[in-house]
């Protein structure tokens, strides 16, 4: 069973940025596939982007350029860096894993490519 936890959101204007954080305690997620995923209101959960445990990344189209990922091992933290937010960009926002070192690229970005979730943080992005 591996633990996640998410921190970092809050309410932004557009143009802004945020970091956010997902932790897993007692865990080496750096051996592991992560992801970040986001939801909105009566919208389905969609995949913003993924990291192998080689440190390999992917995007979806609608956030290349704007949002980063990345890991430091020694915080054993996984990080979704944003930038020129959107109001768009609001919504819930999600860690996930799944224990082993990559996924299929056609589940990289979807909700059955993972194992494990953290309950979301929420990233408001007003106009």
């Known amino acids: 069973q591996v633990q996640l936890v998410e921190f970092g959101g809050g309410s932004v204007q557009a143009g802004g940025r945020l970091r956010l954080s997902c932790v897993a305690p007692g865990s080496t997620g750096s051996r592991y596939a992560e992801a970040w995923f986001r939801q909105s209101p009566g919208k389905e959960r969609e995949g913003v982007g993924y990291r192998d445990s080689d440190g390999m990344t992917h995007y979806a189209d609608s956030v290349k350029g704007g949002f980063t990922i990345s890991r430091d091992n020694a915080k054993n933290t996984l990080y979704l860096l944003m930038y020129s937010l959107k109001p768009e960009d609001s919504g819930m926002y999600y860690c996930?894993?799944?224990?082993?070192?990559?996924?299929?690229?056609?589940?990289?970005?979807?909700?059955?490519?993972?194992?494990?979730w953290g309950q979301g943080t929420q990233v408001t992005v007003s106009s």
């Open positions: 996930a894993t799944k224990t082993s070192d990559w996924v299929a690229w056609s589940l990289r970005l979807r909700v059955e490519g993972y194992d494990y």
